[in-house]
Structures are given as structure tokens and as C-alpha cells.
């Protein structure tokens, strides 16, 4: 899933200072796995931003709403009618729903409440970590299914490097080594011997290199009227 | 938020319904008034339970309690008390009636009986808006409970109060009115009555088919009561025989005590396991002293210059044949003597159909009782029904009020035309009993005691032994009920299946199956509450009416026009378990309850952190939270979670720059008044100049 982080709340009401009618919109989707960006959230922010409104006697009036997916134009039509008469809109959906947002409805000024961060997953309840860079070319399959190019401090393609301490990266000592797990990995699975194959300057041009990326799926292009 | 291709898995059964509601002939909402109770909210618990049951305060006392049979608490430890609780709210509380009787039929209905089920009758017709009429041969109502129920188990003044309150509906009784002799069916018909409900019971107690019966000194059940309870008449001697093993025989028995002979026994057929009474009563009889002799039959009863002197009895081989048919065989040869200078017959009681004379049409049984249709309770003959024991045969109080019930349902449709139904007896499945895995996860709360008279004291007396609960222990029962089938409920629409139900939940009830795309909460739900909160797609919410997690509490508050004023005003939450005090404890409370307002919940793990919020944004100065200490916790976890939320809503607060001396969390024993009194004083203190 996307894995978005909440804005501290002195950045949003910044954002958000001057407007009398403001709507927080919600995404039901990954965000809302993550706890950043659901129905639950939307209730927190618009009652921080409500009090916060109270205590500094400001005026603002904060409508509260969520839809299914943020990236579907279908689904935020629906928000139409909620926001007509919001002078600004609070998205905390990822990025895209963010964007999306701002194309579908050029005239409203539209907020990121969170900050877009990785791909990943909960590793554990309550805590999430990055597991995919969309790098655009998977090797997963040499490297026992761990990703150094998200896991990796360096994005190391032959590693580990000599930072790797008991199986913690020199960088952060609460990171995991990937590439210390890819050895446990490789080993488990009897497949040492690929450790010691050079692997060749990886082609990035895949990746974050080349914006923005596209993808097209021939057969399911409606053809315009 | 709405999504639209979701389907619910067939076996996502939420449609459950407790055990206890579902065991009840009446189907007394026994869940929900306990769960009120819980709550402190006892007004609403009487009024909850008189809405179904017309005899609250006897009820209470002497109903068999099929739904603490069935209780799901029966397998953690013992079930609740649903019974005595129930009396605890006829003890303690009344209501006026209530002004919901809509439409007033021309209608008139008679009743004859004013036992159970004709009071029953009477009054669900009442409320239906027709005008009832009861007519009872006795000076007194109350049929059996009266006649037959001792006064030690069932004071007058709780009937009394019960058919007070259906006479308050409009209902009204007719007294020493014999039905067959001083009314009739003509005579009914002749005064208008459209319908007629016959309630009359068994008022004959049936006698042995053996030598002896006749002597003096023996006496039959039901009249040796009534005398007692009536008139205090009865006149036995120093040596009192009972036969019979019912609960009447166990009644005999222990009002006989009470009359002071040197000794009294009950012989009866059945081994102690089978006897056809509670557990309870039996040993509540043995325990005021009375012997037991049990698999004896009677052979002939002795007697010495035309009085009683004894019973010759034999030993029982079976009570029941192998299909379970009531057919006793005895051992040859195995004859013994019980003396005894009364014998006192309660082996049952036998109708008395004699108002039935030029009424042929009316179909009866061989064994005497009133056939009727299963549905409507209507005799063979149009417009004329039964219910309660003379159909039953032998029934139990609420198995009658279930038949004078669902009666003037019947009556009222077939006057009307319509076909309305009491929704509460549709067919539906139960909450299977806690999966195993689980019952260790569920704490272990005891059962409370029932404060009962003193041995010594009792037998002098005809006065209640059993003295009911006070408050604080009837909250206390309360709260160990689980609140079967009206627990957290997942809204299939809205769940994103993130699975922070499934981890979080302290009893391991969320389940997201293969296959599911959304999470399941089954009836194990023990109402913490914790995944309510914690679902991100606010997906989860519970089934009960009876919580909405502090939220309609806190606006009340605010609706108050004196707490504008006060500065600095408090928003106290605290937790209900083990903490139901009654308000005000004196001068130091008085000051408390200028700055604050309490709101309790059963378990601060189901308020929202957004609700502390709301409470600031509806003018609190402060919000106080006082939770219980672990070891008091009856979901175990709590405070872990109530912790950490503190520490989350303080960053929220943080965030706005609020002084966060204004929100304040601590884990006290909520039973400890004076701590609580202290942490609320200083936190005036300190909020006092900065408001
Ligand atoms: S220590 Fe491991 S994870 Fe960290 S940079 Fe080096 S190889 Fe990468
Ligand atoms: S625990 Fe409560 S709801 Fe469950 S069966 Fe017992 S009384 Fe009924
Ligand atoms: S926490 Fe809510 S969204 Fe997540 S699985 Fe449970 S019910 Fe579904
Ligand atoms: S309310 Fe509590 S017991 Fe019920 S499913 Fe949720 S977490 Fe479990």
C-alpha cells in the first residue's frame, strides 16, 4: 500500500489560515490502512481544526467527508456537491488523490494533510516500513525476494558495504541490514553461490529517472467520442 | 463513504440474539435492562422491563429463570442474576403510566382470573386500547401467587403493587365473582363483552388414590397455603409430612416450618436429581431444616382413632417408563413407615371446568384442561380463549403470561382485522456459547451474593427471606454480563479490511475469513469497545442502543445553561466498573460538582480521542480522565490502550498549543472517592487562573 504520514498541525492550519469553510476529505483506501487518511482521521483533524478555530476566536466551519478512492475520477464526483461551497479542501489522501482532487476541481484550492512517503506495508500493528522504490525493473527474484533498492540506505546493488554491523545498517541502527537478510535469505534457500555473481550497474531509466511514467493497457482504451 | 460491490458472507450471522432473551416465554428484553442497570440508568431498566412483563415485582421473586439457564455467563463461571435484578427494579423503582395507549376501541374484553395469565391479558389489552373487565372469585388478585406462593417468597404487597399498575391502565377487577356461579357465558355475552378470556388455573389440589386420605389431619396443598397466607388459619400438628416434590411441596414444607411443629419432612417419588423443582429451592428447604426422603411412593396413609398417625410407603424402582412417560413401579416387599400427625397432599393441582356447563362445544382434555389453537389461544368456540394453567396443565408463571400475552395480540386481530405481530418472539438463532479458546481471556467476575435472613431468624417469621439487592451490588451483577449479540457490528460497506480489529482485539474475536473481503465480529464480542475506535473507516459500532460511547453525555452537559458560567469547568471521564457510586458524598462533592460533570462509561476504551476534543470545542477548561487500575479492569487491557490514547490526544492538544495541564489522565481505584476527590481539587487549583 501507499504509506502517507500526517502533516504536523501547525503546517495544515498555516495552510489552511484565511478560510472560512473548509471540507476534509478522506481516502479509503491505502490511507486509510495506514491510519493517516480514513473516516477515523478526517473526524480527529476536523475536530483539531474546529478547536483550534475556537481557541484563537476564529471563525471556520469544517464539513467532514470521505470517498472509496481519491484516484478515480467516478469517485470524487461524488464530492461535488459536499465541497460547492468550501472555500478550500484538505485532502489526506496520497499524493494522486491530491491531484486528482486539483484537476477535477480547478476552481477550489486543494491541501495535502499528509505527507506522501513509501510503498509498504505494516510490518508489525501501528508500524510501517518501505518495501518497494517502483524502481520500474523488480529483481526481487536474485535477491530472495528482500529489496535493496527500498531497504537499502544506499540502494546497493552488490552489497552488503562495510557499514553492516550485526545485521544493522550503518545509517540507522533501528534498520535492518537488507542485505544482511538477503544473505540469511540465500542461505536458507541454499543459493549462496549468488552472492558472490557481480551484479551490473542497474538501469534506472526505469525508475524515478525517467518522469512521469506511463503505463497503457491497449485493450481496454475506450476510444474518445 | 459507500462501497458499492461488497456481499456479506451467508454465514456472517448477525442477526443473534442472547440466550437469556431468547429462553424467556415472554422474551423480557433480560439483556438489556441488566445492561441498563450496568449503566446506573435504573429508571430506564424499569420502564424497559415493564414494557414486556405485567408482574414485574413477582417476577423477580419466583419466576424459574430459564434465562439464567441459558445464561452464556454460565460458562465463564455462574450466570447473572437476571431474576433478582429484575426485582431490584420493581423493589426500588415505579412509573407512572404512561399516557401510549393510542386508540381506544369500543370494544369490551372479560378476563376470568386474575392469576398470570389473566393479568397478563388484561393488561397487553389495556395497552392495546381495549377496555377490560377481570372477574376473580377471590376478595384478593393474584390467583396462585397469592393462593399458593408463601408469603416468605412472594410479600403481598409486590402483587400489589404489580396489579396496581395494570388497574392504573384502565383494567378493571371485579372481586368474589365466581365464574359458572355468579357470571356466565350468557351473561357476558349479554353485558357486551366481545371477547372472553378464561384464566381460571388449577384451583384444585388433586389427592391420592390410597387408604387413609380421608382421616383428619390430612390436608391438601394449595388450601394449607392459602389458609396461611389468607387467613392464618391452618392447624397442623407436631409431626408434618409433605408429599409431593414439586416447588408447591417445598413451599408446604417450608411455611409449615414456619408454623413451629417439631418436625418436618417431605417424602416425594423422585430421586433428589429428578425432582420437578429448582435446585435452589431444594436446598434453600433443606437448609431451614427440613428432611428429604426421596424415591418413596405412598402405599397407604395410617391413622389411629380417625386421625392420621403415619404414611406407609414403598420403595421406587422408576418414576419414568422408557419413553419417558411419568409411570412409577415400585419394589415389592419394601414397605416402611414415616410417621407423622399431618400429612399435607401436594402433588399437583387438577382444574375445575364446571363453568363449562351448557358450553359443550368448548373442547377440554381427559386430563381436564382447555384445548386451544396453538396461535390465537382460541377455544373451539368463536370469540371465547385460554391461557395460563387450565391449557398448560402445569405451567410455570411466565409460560402463563406468555399465553395472556400473545392471547390479546390474538384477540386484538381477530376483532380488528389485522395481523400485527409482537416482533420479539420471531424466530431467530442465539449466540452459541463463548468458543473455547477464549473463555481464558475473559476475566472471571463472581457472582453476587443474594443477602438472605438469618437462619434463626426466619422460621419465626412469614417475612422475606430473600432481602434483595442494594444498589451497588445490583450494579455490580450487572456488570458481568457480556451483553450477548449487541456487541461491536462491522459495517460490510465500509470496511477496508485492514485487520486492526483482527489484531487488536484483547478476546481474539475479529476474523477477516478466506475468501472475506471484510472483517466478522461474532457474538464472543465482550463490548470494549477498543476496535471501534481504533477501525480507521470508522466501520465499527455497536449493535446496542444503549452505547453511544459518551457521546450523547458530554452534549447534555453543555445544554445546561449553569455551566456557561463556571470557571474552570471540568469534563470528568471515568470508568463504570466497580465505580457506580451515588453522587454526592457530602460537602466536598458539592464543591466537585460546581466545576465538574462526570460522565461514566463502561470501559474508557471505547471513547474516541475526538470526543475529548469536543469536549474542549463545546467550552470544557479541562477534561479529566480517571480510569481504573489494571487489576481492576474487567476487559484486563484497558488501561494499556487508555494510556496510550492520553498520550495521543495530548500531542493532538499539543499541536493546537493548549496547556496541557488541561487534560489530565490518572489511573486510580475508582472505588476510592477521597483520591478522586483530590486529583479533581488540584486540578481546579491549577486550571483556576488559566481559564
Ligand atoms: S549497511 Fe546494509 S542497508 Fe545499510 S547501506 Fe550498507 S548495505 Fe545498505
Ligand atoms: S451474559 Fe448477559 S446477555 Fe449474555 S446471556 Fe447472560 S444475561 Fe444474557
Ligand atoms: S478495523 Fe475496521 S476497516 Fe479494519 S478490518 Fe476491522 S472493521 Fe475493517
Ligand atoms: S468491541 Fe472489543 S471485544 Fe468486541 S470485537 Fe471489538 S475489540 Fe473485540
Redo the contacts between chains.
Sequence with gaps: MIVASSKPFPEIKQMLSGFKKVCVLGCGSCVTMCHTGGEKQVTELAAQLRLSAKLEGRQLEVKEDSTLRQCEWEFIDDIKEVIKDCDAVLSIACGVGVQYMAEKFPRIRIFPGVNTTFMGGPVEQGIFWERCAGCGNCILGTTGGLCPVSRCAKSLMNGPCGGSQNGKCEVSQETPCVWHQIYDQLDTQQLLATMERIVPPKDWTTGMENHPRKMVIEHLVMKKQ | ???TNTCATPDKKTNEEAPCILACPIRQDARDYVQLIARGRFQEAFRLVRERNPLPSACGRICTHPCETKCRRNSTEAPIAIAWLKRFLGDNFSEETRKIIKEKYPERIAVIGTGPAGLAAANDLALLGYSCTIFESNPTPGGMLRMGVPTYRLPRTAIDNDVEYIKKLGVEIKYNTTFGVDITFDSLKKDGFAAVFIGVGLPESRTLNVEGVNLDGVLKGISFLNEVNATGSARIGRNVLVIGGGAVAMDCARTALRLKPDKVSVACLESRKEMPTTDFEIEETVHEGVVLYNSVGPKRILGKNGRVSGLETLRVKYVFDEQKRFSPAFYEGSESVIEADTIILAIGQASNLSFLKGQEGIQVTRGGTIIVNPDTFSTSVHGIYAGGDVVLGRGTMTESMAQGKKTAIAIHNTLRNTALKDEKWAEKPAVPDIVPSRLSLIKKESKQEMPTMPLDERLKTFDEVELGFPLNIAVKEAQRCMNCGAGALVDDN?C?G???CV??CPFEVPKIKKGDTTAYIDGDCQSCGLCIV??????ISFKTPLEDRGKDALEAVFQEKFVQGVKPFIINFYCQYSAYREEKEGAADDLLFFHFRRIGVLGLGKV???LY??A??LGAHGVLITACKDDTCHFCTEKEWVERRAQYTTQ?LN????DTRRFQTHFVSSQNGKEILEIAFRMVEELRNRV
Design positions: 463513504m459507500t462501497k465500509l477496508v485492514c485487520l486492526t489484531r487488536i481504533e477501525c480507521p473507516a470508522k466501520a474516541d480521542p475526538s476534543l469536543r474542549f470545542e493532538l499541536g493546537l498549543g493548549m
